[in-house]
């Protein structure tokens, strides 16, 4: 009883010690920048400077009052000598004042963090965020709240202010990994920078403590960030530490505290934020983004006057940017389910948006707790480290709890008592639901027994210090959990399964299991699709192809759906974030303000383009290029009548007339920039324009056919809705009757397919699946329930008709989607079971070379059986061998091939196998073949001797690296041999350059024999 009693008593003070003293006031300064140059050419820099100040008044243990007020701002473009930190005399600047509202707003702190942020419901979005930025920099996890599982995890014990661990934090910048390093304030550098520790003597009986945080964005939850157009082959995660070589991330946090790490002041907090990138993507020189928020302890006095609480308060569940919404008229921080003192969520997919306040803190009391067990049990993602730290997973801890170096020991006892306490200590910190979880292989059953005890009592517990503690960031365990199974050795979870770290091959595999059972949750938004480039294609192996959120419990928000913009209508413009022209006007898009009406500014600018196109050499001096990228940024804030508006006034058709006056040809050609800055822009009313242009024959033919072409590269938001209407209008017979247009609109749309929803590397690293999660599911029925049987039937009529032409449109088209299910509709054709031409059967080999690229796997066998038949014609046979190459074989495989050459009755296969083996032995320099070469090596002996002349068909294969410009090269040159002719009967070229790990588009030919000979002849048109 006694016992009790005293643990109750110390549990209670411990709890009670925190870093602010009741009844005093705190004043900080706040001082930010932020700056951009291209620091390693010139000194030069532009951007903004801020200051304010912050007072704050503790009310109770945890939770805060504060209010910013004398916010100002100041705009520089100046030289900068000792580079962005260099002090700049007030005397320079001109202030402006902030529109901010400085009203109050409370901070609900837990152990240091930063639990609930509780403003004002009118406090528009951007401010809310600024405030955001603010609070981030108050927010010490000293008691490693947030723990997470690493090796390298050292707790500060036994009164020691020496340490290093990782938590899972949420700032402003999102909800990442972040390890902190502990350690004393030396003397000699609070003598030479006083400003770390303004008022040391606040210290009291305890000392100087100096406290990093390094954030790793490549191991994140939720990563707030807006992407678009890379592709699968380039080496990026979007907003993480580092896309390819040519962008680089980071954010540095120095909080220095006066105390003890129980019972502290916060003497300074200052965060530096780095954004390094190559502005042509493969120099040295750098251009850099910076920015840099300080807060300085100014005083601290006893509080004279009372801080009110916000008025008609609404609680923020985390310190994550929030995507404001560009087109609503107030432009308040309307977050899902975040009051939870007023009426019901908006957000349906809460389980408890009909219930009253208490129940709606609960609720995310228990999903936060939900999501810290999941952590704690080590079979979160978490327990892997990101590619910057891979060593630092633990893959074999029984639980998620690295202990202090002070009691390193692998008992299960004491494992057990370290997880309680995180379980305890968190109980409302994280989300995710146990509930669907599989007890982990590591696990004990006691302890997941305990496990679910803790979970059901934490249910029933209505703490007033846990209210509405739901991070809001949860979806970014949707939104960029994804990026983390770009790994291609990530065995544990195949590329289609959504996963919450870029974790390396370390990872265990109860941190693979969960990715899988978080899949099955987040999967109606599918956050992030992986980016695994092995078996991104099939999606088949993936773990979940549910498209709801059922599978998970009742008290589990699909908090992606929450936090991820809503997905675009077909006559509405997208919500993308951060853009200039959607949130250049106080957070919303530029036509919210008086002086921009987009409709006459559209028309304005395509009318300017007209007149300058009159007089070709002036397009330069006008800047015509310029005005028609700003036309078509216009064009993407446009919803669909505003579109429809513009071009009813612009549309200006050509005159049939030989001649035409100068006036009405400029009319047309402003028409015409309006037409295609529509196609540029890649938004759902941008597409529903075009159709209804189609449909109604305002354009038509190759002018149609040009304006369709161009989606696969243009389209932003390629949603369900959007891929349908495509595929409806490519159906019609508007479409169908036109030459030109027929052909390329079927094309467009089978490449959009497999980009949207077939490669799912693709669409998560092409598309911002961090601000709408994934756009398709990846899993999309309607690629093998509507698209290929209506492709497989169109070419079964053609093939019946006799239609070569309609042949090779649709064997190319189901190329395009690359889904593994189109070999079922080829077999029938390649086997001889329905009868085709040798040059149809040899197309869809062919066909098949996108599927070989992005599902390697699935295509090598197929591929291999087709070049083993030895008595199919040659070319198909060849033909194989060139796309076989594309799959990277095995050293067996190509052994198998090399060996062949000696028995194989075909001269001309002998030759390609040949040359494709020697080139891939001999010519690939680059590093990213060194595995095709290594293996091209080990066959390369077992091949014939014999010499085969040009005549024969031929596979050559080259690659170099330019290391000294961050650049590499590879190129293929195939040809099929001719029975009768030196001159190849066909030819394929492909190139590609890798810009500092971004892989440029390749550029492709096949070349037919007659237009080679035509070339020949008489040279290049």
């Known amino acids: 009883m006694w016992k009790a009693l005293l643990f109750a008593l110390l549990v209670a003070a411990a709890s009670a010690e925190h870093g602010w003293k009741s009844g005093s006031e705190y004043k900080y300064q706040v001082r930010g920048r932020t700056l951009t140059a291209l620091h390693q050419v010139a000194n030069q820099y532009a951007g903004v400077l801020m200051r304010a100040q912050l007072t704050v008044q503790p009310k109770s243990d945890n939770l805060l009052t504060a209010k910013v007020s004398n916010a100002e701002y100041a705009k520089i473009q100046q030289q900068l000598p000792a580079g962005w930190g260099t002090p700049i005399p007030e005397s320079k600047l001109n202030y402006h004042s902030l529109p901010v509202s400085s009203k109050p707003f409370q901070i609900k702190l837990k152990n240091g963090i930063v639990d609930e942020l509780i403003v004002s419901k009118n406090v528009p979005t951007w401010e809310v965020n600024m405030l955001k930025g603010i609070a981030s920099q108050l927010q010490v996890d000293t008691q490693a709240e947030n723990l997470i599982s690493s ?16 938590t899972m934090e949420d700032d402003v910048t999102g909800e990442c990994e972040v390890m902190y390093d502990i350690s004393p304030l030396p003397q000699y550098q609070l003598q030479s920078r006083p400003e770390l520790a303004p008022m040391p003597q606040l210290r009291g009986d305890g000392q100087l403590i100096d406290i990093v945080k390094t954030k790793n964005f490549s191991h994140c939850e939720q990563r707030p960030g807006y992407n678009f157009g890379f592709n699968a082959l380039t080496d990026v995660k979007p907003a993480s530490n580092q896309m390819g070589e040519f962008m680089a991330r980071s954010s540095v946090s120095r909080v220095v505290l006066s105390g003890n790490l129980q019972r502290y002041t916060i003497q300074s907090s200052v965060t530096t934020n780095k954004v390094i990138l190559s502005p042509v993507l493969y120099n040295n020189q750098k251009g850099m983004v910076v920015s840099r928020m300080n807060l300085t302890l100014a005083s601290v006095s006893s509080s004279n006057s009372h801080m009110e609480a916000p008025t008609n308060p609404r609680k923020i569940k985390d310190l994550v940017y929030d995507y404001n919404d560009p087109f609503s008229a107030s432009n308040n921080a309307d977050l899902s389910d975040e009051s939870s003192s007023s009426s019901s969520s908006s957000s349906s997919s809460s389980s408890s948006s009909s219930s009253s306040s208490s129940s709606s803190s609960e609720s995310g009391s228990q999903e936060k707790w939900q999501k810290k067990q999941k952590r704690s049990n080590g079979t979160d993602a978490s327990s892997s480290s990101s590619s910057s730290s891979s060593s630092d997973s633990s893959s074999s801890s029984s639980s998620s709890s690295d202990s202090s170096s002070d009691s390193s020991s692998s008992s299960s006892s004491s494992e057990s008592q370290e997880n309680q306490r995180m379980h305890s200590a968190a109980a409302k910190r994280f989300r995710r639901s146990l509930k669907n979880q599989d007890a982990s292989s590591s696990s004990s059953s006691s302890e997941s027994q305990e496990n679910q005890k803790q979970k059901h009592g934490r249910r029933n517990n209505t703490d007033s210090s846990s209210s509405s503690s739901s991070s809001d960031s949860s979806s970014g365990s949707s939104s960029d959990c994804s990026s983390s199974s770009s790994s291609s050795s990530d065995s544990s979870s195949s590329s289609s399964s959504s996963s919450c770290s870029d974790s390396s091959s370390s990872e265990s595999n109860e941190s693979g299991k969960n990715r899988k059972i978080r899949s099955n949750r987040n999967n109606t938004s599918d956050s992030s699709s992986s980016s695994s480039s092995s078996s991104s294609s099939s999606s088949s192996s993936s773990s ?22 809503s997905k675009p209508k077909m006559n509405q413009a ?17 036509a919210a303000s008086s002086q921009v009406n987009p409709v006459h500014a559209v028309q304005k600018i395509a009318q300017q383009i007209g007149q300058e196109l009159q007089q070709p050499s002036q397009i330069p001096e006008k800047a015509t290029l310029a005005k028609f990228t700003i036309l078509a940024r216009l064009v993407r804030i446009m919803d669909a009548k505003q579109i429809e508006q513009a071009a009813r006034e612009l549309y200006a058709p050509a005159s049939k007339s030989a001649s035409q006056s100068q006036s009405a040809s400029a009319k047309n050609a402003a028409w015409k920039a309006f037409r295609d800055a529509v196609a540029q822009a890649g938004t759902n009313p941008a597409l529903s324009a075009m159709k209804e242009w189609i449909e109604n024959h305002k354009v038509q033919g190759e002018e149609a056919a040009e304006l369709l072409a161009v989606l696969p590269e243009t389209t932003r938001t390629p949603t369900r809705e959007y891929m349908d209407t495509l595929f409806s209008l490519i159906k019609k017979s508007e479409v169908q009757k036109q030459q030109f247009l027929n052909t390329s609109a079927i094309l467009s749309f089978a490449n959009l397919v497999r980009r949207a929803q077939v490669d799912n590397a693709t669409a998560y690293t092409r598309y911002p699946t961090h601000v709408y999660g994934r756009l398709n599911p990846k899993k999309a029925s309607a690629v093998t329930r509507d698209y290929i049987p209506y492709f497989a039937q169109q070419l079964k009529s053609a093939v019946q008709n006799g239609d070569s032409h309609k042949v090779q449109v649709y064997t190319r088209a189901l190329g395009n989607i690359a889904h593994p299910k189109i070999l079922a509709v080829f077999e029938p054709y390649l086997e001889g079971q329905k009868p085709v031409s040798t040059f149809q059967r040899l197309h869809m080999v062919v066909a098949l070379n996108k599927l070989a690229k992005i599902s390697p796997k699935v295509a090598r066998p197929v591929l291999f059986r087709v070049y083993q038949n030895a008595g199919d014609a040659s070319e198909i046979r060849s033909a194989a061998v060139f796309l076989l190459m594309k799959t990277n074989p095995p050293a067996s495989m190509l052994q198998r091939m090399a060996e062949f050459t000696n028995q194989d009755p075909s001269q001309q296969v002998r030759s390609v196998v040949k040359s494709a083996i020697e080139s891939a032995a001999n010519n ?20 014939n001797a014999t010499i085969n002349g040009p005549q024969y068909s031929k596979l050559n294969l080259k690659s170099n690296d330019v290391e000294e410009m961050n650049l590499a090269y590879q190129a293929a040159l195939a040809t099929i041999g001719s029975d009768d002719s030196y001159i190849p009967s066909a030819a394929f070229v492909s190139a590609r350059a890798n810009l500092g790990g971004f892989q440029a588009s390749r550029q492709k030919r096949l070349l037919d024999l007659q237009e080679i000979l035509w070339e020949l002849n008489t040279g290049p048109a």
């Open 151 to 166: 090796r390298i995890n050292n707790k500060p014990s036994h009164g020691s202010v020496n340490g290093v661990f990782k």
């Open 544 to 565: 979940s192809d549910s498209d709801s959120s059922s599978s998970s419990s009742s008290s589990s928000i699909d908090s992606s759906e929450e936090w991820f913009q």
């Open 574 to 590: 997208p919500k993308h974030p951060m853009l200039p022209y959607f949130v250049g006007y106080q957070g919303s898009n530029i």
């Open 924 to 943: 690939l320099q680059s590093q990213d073949n060194q595995e095709l070469a290594q293996n091209a090596r080990a066959a390369v002996d077992m091949l």
